[in-house]
């Protein structure tokens, strides 16, 4: 039997120290995401760290900015009131991922280094649990093609894709952290660094198994997000293929900066739809100075959407993910009249 | 015949249930126990040339590996002989393929790795490796080799063509369901116990003679030495209505290695190798005269299937004929043949698809005809099968479609599509259907036990898939006799304690509860001959001891009306001993009528069911508790097989790529709105001595075009592929 190994380290420096010193090693939090991968031979670590005991889990909302342990649940962070009543983005992009047993064990550092949801690579590595199916897929097996592309392409992405990957970023909460201009703290074998969200995540290009700017061993410990009134008026919006427990087929994670009626500032990042969460730069400025209406909602939404190149099965993403968006503009700005 | 209303009783296996205790089974353990773990084939269709078996030997506790030499061919003169074999020619028994060396469909076993421990044994099943010849394949009825082959027979009465003739209204439409999977939460696999000569064999099926039958014959086994037990099963859905070749494994891996053996499948390969709902495609003709008076059919219907699966189109023309009194009908069906498993039973086999099809075009036909849907129907109610020119049993489908309009309200309908639009943009659609199910029967034989000390035990045919048969009959036994509930015992789906029959197309509780009330008047007949007139007061059990009676037992059987004796033979010898719904004298059918209420959210189109109300005519209830629950699954399965379900197969590779359950998306609760249930609960005066016909199939029949109906009512769009995804409203 192949062994595996599994430690409980009480610190991050004894959790980096453990990682560095083994090859294949790797860290676990939840499992939720890890352990699947796993069973379907797409992961095959020889030592898993246990980085539950290590601390990271506090949540706290006092100072200037909002501070999350990475360790902490999605469950624990979804039931914060503050989070709750402030920044209403963050806990919807919670509580409309995964289900209540995945979040109660989850934690929202792991959440953003989940791996795509596309079954060619899920159910392409030679698994038993995959009835042994093999497929090519770039970011599995660099280099093999990809099978979603000309395959069954209807969850693939249509923004950021490559002719080596169309895989979708599949979670939630990064689309609403990098909405936020969220941060992370990292503590690795170098020591610290802070990274923004939205630096984490690389656009496949012709190497779509490089997925996160993360060096090995690196640990992230912290979520930062920068305070802002915006929170009030935000939202995201999630349109799945059932009323919960699926991935987005389209998600839009939209925060108003208002002044009386009319936008100073947006926050707009897409889920759903693209390689990585997506910020949307065009809709914001387009945004500036507006007062929303549904046909402006559109028009800025669309705007997201100019560079889109769908695939066989997939066309309907861009519309869908315009109404998403449309959509979202208007409950963060329904938001803005009741508070 | 009594034909009181009984009682609304809990289920009897709840408790454990929810406490995690009810065992199925892969819970069975036996010391010694191995592991057995398939190795599925990586090609879709050739020849194994040779199988590398070093490497999976060389991990650390596997034992053995078994390739498809180490099986031997089937015993080709063994026989299980059924009810049907005497009508048409003698089929001889076809025992379900195992390992393989020719490769049929993509992930077909071509060898089994035992081992220790469940981990070697998977990681011996990965170190597999092969040799191949492949050869091209067709695994979906676009493939351009997919082999179109028309059915034999043709569903006919009257002249379809002379009456499309005077057809005022004509609807020429076609409808499509796709390929689905029935996932239940048990997986498929067994445990296997060679002991002393005699095969034990845990296993989760809806058909323990089967299995039973399949060991023998694939073995070479005397079936008096075998033991099949299923008595819980996690969910069967007509997935585990036949033997599957892994039981027959098992077995063969417990008689080599003189050790118990278990195997579970895992839920990817479940979706390579298990039956299926096939995709199916439904060309439907009908017309009506210029009153609404339907007048002609003509219907193919075409299915996927393996290259020489049984599974028949025809039996789409079970139920459409009879949904109307048309006296015209002509019914066609074509196989298309590929390179895949057999397709199967899956929840309302046939009419879910085919009700879909005809309901919608019924539909049609009243919007072109500017008739209300339900008026249409009402003027094409019939009490003759015009099939068979036989009366129905019982039919009261204007009692479903007034009790349901009722409650539903839909007199407060508007008309025209898109006319019951909200304020806010969101699309308001009511539609309804019609749906029926053949109410067949099977016979059974029962033994009941009452003993002085408290207990109670009958041991009857039946499996329980979580639908509560354990539960109705109980709910007959606690009506009829004063026994100790606590102390009750109800044994199925264990063929060492009486004949099973096949547990499937809906013939459960007619299988088991005539012949259940039998025994209790049986027993109640042996109590008054035991008391001879004396008084003796208390429950039966303390009659017993009061005159100092261990126990009394009585043992019944019962067959369906018009079979003969022999049909009890069938049943002891293959299970398989069915009548229906055509009997000497009539037709039985069971039929619902499904209202529906959707919603179409204005900007990104999502469809939403907020209510839904169905009547049902399944004679009387026998168990008004897991009766309600059955409708609510059927509807529930209606609505996530209309709005969710499909299995996606790439025809590059020609596997099933969504073949787990974050996939393969299912109806979950949230999607889920109200649903209200009615029973006509008439008692059927033929159909059996109990007044019950069949339930759990028909719930779902029709469902799914009273939610097809409802979302052209509310949008105007027509939607005749399932599943409608929310791009075909955007
Ligand atoms: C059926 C299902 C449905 C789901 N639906 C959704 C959904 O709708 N939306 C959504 O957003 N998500 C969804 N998820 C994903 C879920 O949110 C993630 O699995 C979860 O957040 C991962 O957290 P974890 O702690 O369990 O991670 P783990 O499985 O423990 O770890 C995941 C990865 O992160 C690494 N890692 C863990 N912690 C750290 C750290 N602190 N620093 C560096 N590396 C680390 C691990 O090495 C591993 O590679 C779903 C998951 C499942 C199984």
């Known amino acids: 039997m192949e062994p595996i190994a599994y430690s409980v380290p009480t610190s991050a420096e004894q959790a980096v120290s453990e990682l560095m010193s083994e090859a294949g090693a790797c860290y676990v939090a939840g499992g939720t995401s890890l352990f699947d991968l796993m069973k379907l031979r797409v992961e095959r670590p020889s030592r898993l760290i246990d980085i539950t005991r290590i601390g990271y889990d506090a949540i706290s909302t006092s100072g200037s900015e909002l501070r999350i342990g990475a360790n902490a649940t999605m469950s624990n962070v979804a039931e914060n009131p503050t989070i709750a009543r402030d920044y209403p983005i963050l806990t919807e992009a919670l509580l409309k991922g995964a289900s209540q047993q995945l979040r109660n064990m989850a934690t929202v550092g792991a959440n953003l280094l989940q791996r795509t949801r596309c079954s060619y690579f899920r159910h392409g590595a030679g698994a038993i649990a995959s009835a042994g199916s093999i497929y090519p897929c770039n970011k599995r097996e660099p280099g093999s093609g990809c099978a979603a592309i000309g395959g069954l392409d209807r969850t693939q992405a249509v923004l950021g894709v490559s002719g080596a990957c169309t895989a979708v970023s599949p979670g939630d909460w990064p689309v609403a952290l990098t909405a936020l201009d969220a941060r992370i703290n990292i503590f690795g074998p170098n020591g610290r660094r802070d990274l923004p969200v939205s630096g984490l995540y690389r656009l496949p290009g012709n190497t779509p198994h490089l997925e996160f700017d993360l060096k090995r061993g690196e640990l992230i410990t912290e979520i930062i997000i920068p305070k802002t009134a915006s929170g009030l008026h935000s939202t995201y919006h999630k349109v799945r293929d059932r009323e919960s427990y699926a991935f987005a087929l389209a998600s839009a994670a939209v925060a108003l900066e208002l002044n009386g009626w009319k936008i100073e500032h947006a926050h707009v990042a897409l889920g759903g739809v693209a390689t990585r969460p997506w910020r949307a730069p065009e809709t914001e400025q387009f945004l500036i100075g507006k007062t929303i209406r549904r046909e402006t909602a559109l028009e800025a939404a669309r705007l997201a959407f100019v560079n889109a190149q769908p695939g066989r099965h997939n066309g309907f993403k861009v519309e869908l993910g315009i109404r998403t968006l449309a959509d979202a503009l208007m409950i963060a700005s329904e938001r803005t009249r009741t508070v | ?730």
């Open chain 2, 1 to 730: 015949m009594s034909i009181e209303k009984l009682p609304d009783r809990e289920r009897i296996d709840a408790f454990d249930k929810v406490r995690g205790a009810t065992r199925y089974a892969a819970d069975f353990q036996s010391p010694g126990m191995l592991h057995a773990v398939l190795v599925p084939s990586p090609i879709a269709k050739g020849t194994v040339v040779r199988i590398n078996e070093t490497d999976a030997l060389a991990v650390p506790g596997v034992l053995r590996l078994l390739t498809s030499k180490d099986f031997p061919e089937p015993d080709p003169d063994f026989e299980a002989p059924t009810g049907e074999d005497d009508e048409d020619e003698e089929e001889g028994f076809s025992a379900p393929s195992t390992v393989v060396d020719v490769i049929a469909y993509r992930g077909q076993p071509i060898a089994v790795v035992i081992a220790e421990t469940l981990e070697a044994a998977i990681e011996g099943a990965e170190k597999v490796t092969g040799e191949y010849e492949e050869e091209p394949f067709s695994v979906v009825m676009e493939s351009p080799g997919a082999r179109r082959e028309p059915i034999d027979e043709e569903i006919t009465s009257g002249n379809a063509a002379e009456a499309f003739g005077r057809a005022s209204v004509v609807v020429d439409e076609t409808y499509v369901s796709p390929t689905q999977h029935h996932n239940p939460l048990e997986l498929l696999g067994a445990m296997a116990v060679f002991e002393d000569g005699r095969l034990t064999i845990y296993d989760t099926t809806q058909h323990t003679m089967g299995v039973k039958n399949a060991i023998a014959a694939s073995l070479w086994i005397d079936p008096a030495r075998i033991d099949v037990k299923s008595t819980s099963i996690g969910g069967g859905f007509g997935q585990k209505a036949h033997a599957y070749g892994y039981s027959v494994i098992a077995a063969h891996a417990a008689i080599l290695t003189g050790r118990p053996v278990r195997i579970v499948i895992p839920r990817g390969h479940i979706f390579h190798i298990a039956s299926y709902r096939p995709k199916s495609v439904h060309h439907v003709r009908l017309g009506a005269d210029s009153s609404g008076r339907m007048i002609a059919v003509r219907y193919v219907a075409e299915h996927e299937n393996s290259l020489a699966g049984g599974l028949s189109p025809a039996e789409y023309h079970e139920g459409t004929p009879r949904l109307y009194d048309i006296a015209n009908y002509h019914g066609g069906g074509i196989q298309v043949r590929l390179d895949r498993p057999d397709a199967g039973f899956m929840r309302c086999p046939f009419p879910h698809q085919a009700c879909f099809a005809f309901e919608s075009a019924v539909d049609e036909l009243a919007h072109k005809l500017g008739m209300d849907p339900v008026a249409l129907r009402l003027q094409n109610d019939g009490q003759i099968d015009p099939m068979s020119g036989k009366p129905y049993s019982s039919r009261f489908v204007t009692e479903c479609i007034t009790e349901g309009a009722r409650r539903f309200g839909w007199s407060q309908r508007s008309r025209a599509p898109g006319s019951m639009t909200a304020p806010d943009g969101t699309q308001i659609g009511w539609g309804m259907a019609l749906g029926n199910y053949p109410s067949s029967m099977s016979p059974a034989i029962a033994t009941l036990r009452i003993t002085a000390n408290g207990k109670t035990r009958i041991a009857i045919s039946g499996h329980e898939m979580g639908q509560g048969i354990k539960t109705t009959i109980a709910n007959v036994l606690l009506d009829g006799l004063d026994i100790d509930p606590m102390g009750l015992e109800v044994v199925v789906g264990d063929t060492s304690a009486a004949p099973q029959h096949q547990t499937a197309g809906s013939w459960g509780t007619a299988g088991c509860v005539p012949a259940t009330f039998k025994a209790v008047t049986h027993m109640q007949a042996a109590l008054r001959e035991l008391l001879d007139g004396r008084s003796v007061p208390g429950s039966i059990h303390r009659q017993l001891a009061t005159i100092r009676r261990p126990y009394l037992q009585v043992e019944v059987s019962e067959v369906a009306p018009g079979q003969a004796p022999e049909a009890l033979e069938y049943l002891r010898v293959s299970g398989d001993a069915t009548a229906g719904p055509e009997y000497p004298d009539f037709t039985s059918m069971s039929w619902i009528a499904h209202f529906v209420e959707v919603r179409v959210e204005p900007t990104t189109r999502r469809i939403r069911m907020p209510r839904c109300v169905s009547i049902v005519d399944c004679g009387r209830v026998i168990s008004p508790r897991t009766a309600r629950s059955q409708v609510h699954g059927g509807v529930v399965w209606a609505f996530s097989a209309a709005l969710r379900e499909a299995t996606e197969i790439d025809p590059r590779y020609g596997g099933y790529l969504n073949s787990d359950l974050a996939e393969y998306l299912v109806a979950v609760n949230a999607d889920i709105g109200e649903i209200e249930v009615g029973f006509v609960d008439k008692p059927d005066p033929l159909a059996n001595s109990t007044g019950l016909k069949n339930l759990g199939e028909v719930v779902m029949a029709g469902a799914s075009a009273a939610i097809a109906n409802a979302i052209f009512h509310a949008t105007g769009t027509r939607l005749r592929s399932m599943p409608f995804r929310i791009e075909d409203l955007l």
